[in-house]
């Protein structure tokens, strides 16, 4: 028993460290392309390919969770029947891939003409075009990766998963760097990224077919009920998980049809850098739901109520302080990385930091609900906050202007999140007051740190290019951070105890994080 415990604990930690690995390595390669991408399209050209990319992370949304769908099934595969039936709803997959294909370059060639102008592609029309089919070639390209990839995660077999989406995205980076430097446009571009996405996908099926032959895909008859059952557990994933990503793709829609690609473009880069605030807490949440689940049916509901409360806590300690440190540095911020101002992208990060911050915050909550079996309780808030953006972002766009199309998704979110707290409470019959009071002193002192920095802003240093830059972010978070310690600190919320986790975690984090070796503790 032992052995077999600490195998497992191992593969989990190796599976934990392997991914944060990669996910900082695509972040970072993200990092280095893009300011080198801005500099060489333009402002507009860079606007049009982000409404461009845009348009196809939208047409992806309807795959209605396959990959999800696909992942599940190989994991509860136990015995030759199972493996035999997986191996033909991944060859479906691959079929749904190239429909897929098909349908989104129909209904592009159909609206083109309507698009072009409702997205104010002007000149860059034709050009746009044919990136845009370059563009449905990494779509589909994405979507026969699907079945390879939902055996390499169904199977645990992360570090390989973790290998090639590092490596191709540093491969992708590097292309994308390279066509730009010699010259190239939004065709280029788009072929960097398809043949990128090409490369994925025949290094993932290599991958695939050499560790788990027994699971390759194959064509054959698939029962209708179990075509049924994968879509609809894969729909009820996509609905939640999709939500998001409608949300940011529409504002850039929005805006270039609004304003121009060029507006569009520098709203991106604000979103680009708020994405780097959210990977951390987003991948903790995602290790720790698994760890959720074996606590709660080893120790019960009573252990998944401190659960909640814990970790409410600490997603607060970390994003209140960081989200403040993040506005009040958020003009220096994109000047380091881009190397000139950009007004756009940093009043972006302004109005979206603190919404995106309180939706992390509640992420316990949706790990509780997912533990306790009841993940509808997630569907609604979600699709209240894709009305909520719909119905807002015309009369905030007519009274603020671009700022409005933010704005209307900031508003959406934090409503839609209030909702979704006031309803998992009610409907799990927990009090609000123990949220309240383990919430509200991160909140409290991260405000009253920003407000501190913002009004002391004039006396720190700051100035034109990339390493007065880099001074006014040190020194406007250096600032924040203190000031919001301290107040903790000295209001007494901050003890003994969070210091011994926050030295084992920098000892050792993917033990911290590995959801059976945080079981013994």
Known sequence: ??????????????????????????????????????????????????????????????????????????????????????????????????????????????????????????????????????????????????????????????????????GTAILGAALAIVVVRLGGGLVALA??????????????????????????????????????????????????????????????????????????????????????????????LIVLFPAAVARTVARGNGWLDRFYLTTTRYLALFLAPA????????????????????PWAAANIVILAPAYALNLITGAATIVARAEGRPGLETRYVLLSVVLNLALTVPMLLLCGPLGVPLSTALAVVLSTGYFLAYFHTATARPLTPLVRASWPPLAAAVAAGVVTAAASRYLPDGPGRLDAALAVTSRAGLTVLVAGTLLAVGGHLGASDRMRLHRLLRAPATVLSPTGGARR
């Open 323 to 342: 989200t403040a440190a993040l506005m009040v540095s958020a003009d220096p911020l994109v000047r380091l990385w881009l190397g000139h101002q950009v």
């Open 1 to 166: 028993m032992g052995s077999a415990a600490t195998a497992v604990e191992t593969r989990v930690t190796r599976n934990t460290a392997s991914m944060l690995a990669a996910r900082v390595i695509m972040a970072v390669a993200g990092l280095v392309s893009v300011p080198v991408v801005y500099q060489g399209l333009g402002p507009r050209e860079f606007g049009i390919w982000v409404v461009l990319t845009g348009l196809l992370a939208m047409a992806a949304l309807i795959d209605l969770g396959l990959g999800s769908a696909l992942v599940r099934e190989v994991a509860r595969a136990e015995n030759a029947a199972d493996r035999d039936l997986v191996r033909r709803l991944l060859g479906l997959g691959l079929g749904w891939a190239g429909l897929l294909g098909l349908l989104t370059v129909s209904a592009l060639g159909a609206c083109w003409p309507w698009l072009a102008g409702l997205l104010r592609l002007g000149d860059r029309a034709d050009e746009a075009w044919h990136a845009t089919l370059w563009l449905v070639v990494g779509l589909v390209a994405g979507g026969v990766e699907l079945p390879w990839r939902a055996v390499l995660e169904g199977g645990q077999r992360y570090g390989s998963l973790a290998a090639i989406s590092a």
């Open 191 to 284: 072929a960097c990224a398809a043949a990128t996405g090409a490369i994925r996908t025949l290094l993932l099926a290599a991958t695939t077919h050499r560790r788990c032959p027994d699971l390759s895909p194959r064509w054959g008859r698939t029962d209708l009920g179990d075509i049924r059952r994968i879509g609809g557990y894969g729909l009820r994933v996509q609905v939640s998980s999709g939500a998001g990503m409608v949300n940011v793709e529409l504002d850039r829609l929005v805006l270039g049809g609004a304003f121009g690609p060029a507006v569009a473009g520098g709203f991106d880069l604000g979103t680009r850098l708020l994405n780097l605030l959210r990977l951390p807490p987003g991948f903790a």
